[in-house]
């Protein structure tokens, strides 16, 4: 055994332009504030941002949920503590399964002991209204749950006709919205959800490491009227609120400790949210989005889905025949230092997974990713047949 300190150099990772499924673009005022001193967790001043924090969250989820907080952990984390807190086992849940993240639920739910009900729907549309709704009818499952944002496709899904089937026999419905939350409309009270997830490195633009949550009020009472113990300490959210939100003049309850730097960056990250808008928001994604598609069209590419089912943060472009997806991708980041994404499961080869999230959602983004896409293209051997670039910037000049 060698007993000599090794001497490793010190890190500095090139700044990358990240255009994939994330993580996203950090913004600098983001950075920055992970610079700042560290607290306690239980310190007054960090109880405050704590505060603050899930004043914001419910902004961006656009609910008036008291327990919306950031789960200590990634998008995954919030994921498996809504099915984890709602599901006892033996309890029967319908997952409506369009993408990869549909089958990870069916994982993390099967992994709890609950018995789940599968909806097998096309990965690259939308969830099939009419079977969820024949498996509903046919179950006696309390629960339903369906991915907002599947980032494994660049598909959108309406979460109006899933309430409206989980209120034919007063159900819980889970949503996952981790790509959507921060440029898409969640909606969590207009839409009725119980139960939705986030992650913080995608429309948010912070680094991974928190899940943002929200649980409403029936759910809340669902997980207190348990027969067994929530199957994860860690998620158990009555032991999370005793941390989060202890009545007025109580001390807060130690949980375990928050990672306080990551909280700094979900507080700026939140704050320029804010400051920008929703609506505002929306409307720049949707914008970029287009532009994009424009050029992607121009060449003669084309988009996995249908345009009135297409993410605005996650955009699934069509893999020429003929052409190698990793060869493409590596050329864009040895190249251009630009990072996106390949397809997952059945879509492995097939896409190009191009994320304009948060920060990252910007015309020179756009632009420069269709230059380096056409160049590298090129170098497979696929010739466009019109200049991505040139559309995109006639799209943004009307």
Not at 54 to 68: A, G, I, K, P, S
Not at 171 to 180: E, K, M, N, P, R
């Amino acid at each position: 055994m060698n007993n000599d300190a090794p001497v490793i150099p010190a890190l500095t990772p090139p700044r990358r332009i990240l255009l994939g499924p994330g993580p996203s673009p950090v913004d600098d005022r983001v950075l920055r504030s992970m610079a700042a001193p560290l607290l306690g967790h239980l310190d007054p001043l960090f109880i405050r941002t704590m505060d603050e924090i899930q004043t914001m969250l419910r902004y961006v989820f656009e609910t008036n949920n008291r327990l919306t907080i950031p789960v200590s952990g990634t998008g995954s984390a919030g994921m498996e503590g809504t099915v984890a807190n709602l599901l006892e086992p033996g309890e029967e849940v319908v997952l409506c399964i369009n993408g990869y993240f549909g089958e990870r639920m069916f994982d993390m739910v099967s992994r709890l002991g609950a018995k789940p009900i599968r909806v097998e729907c096309e990965w690259g549309g939308p969830v099939d209204i009419e079977k969820t709704r024949e498996a509903w009818r046919n179950s006696n499952a309390q629960v339903l749950f369906a991915v907002q944002a599947e980032t494994s496709t660049g598909v959108l899904q309406d979460i109006a006709p899933l309430s409206e089937i989980v209120k034919e026999r007063d159900g819980y419905l889970i949503v996952d919205a981790v790509t959507s939350l921060g440029a898409h409309s969640v909606g969590v009270d207009r839409n009725h959800i119980d139960a939705c997830y986030s992650g913080t490195q995608k429309a948010l633009s912070c680094p991974p490491g928190l899940s943002p949550v929200t649980f409403s009020d029936r759910a809340i009472a669902k997980v207190k009227a348990r027969q067994t113990k929530v199957s994860s300490w860690y998620l158990d959210t009555s032991l999370l609120t005793a941390y989060w939100d202890s009545p007025a003049g109580t001390p807060r309850t130690y949980h375990h400790t928050a990672p306080i730097t990551m909280n700094y960056a979900l507080h700026e990250g939140l704050r320029i949210v804010a400051e920008e808008g929703l609506e505002a928001r929306a409307k720049r994604h949707e914008r970029n989005h287009s532009a994009l598609v424009a050029g992607v069209e121009a060449m003669g590419l084309g988009m996995h889905v249908a345009p009135e089912y297409r993410l605005w943060t996650l955009n699934a472009v069509s893999v020429p025949d003929g052409v190698d997806d990793a060869k493409v991708r590596a050329r864009l980041l040895n190249e251009f230092d630009i990072e996106v994404g390949g397809g997952l499961g059945a879509l492995k080869g097939k896409i190009l997974r191009v994320g304009l999230m948060g920060s990252g959602s910007t015309e020179n983004n756009v632009l420069l990713l269709l230059a380096a896409l056409e160049k590298s293209l090129k170098a497979e051997g696929f010739m466009p047949k019109d200049s991505g670039v040139s559309a995109a910037a006639d799209f943004y000049a009307h």
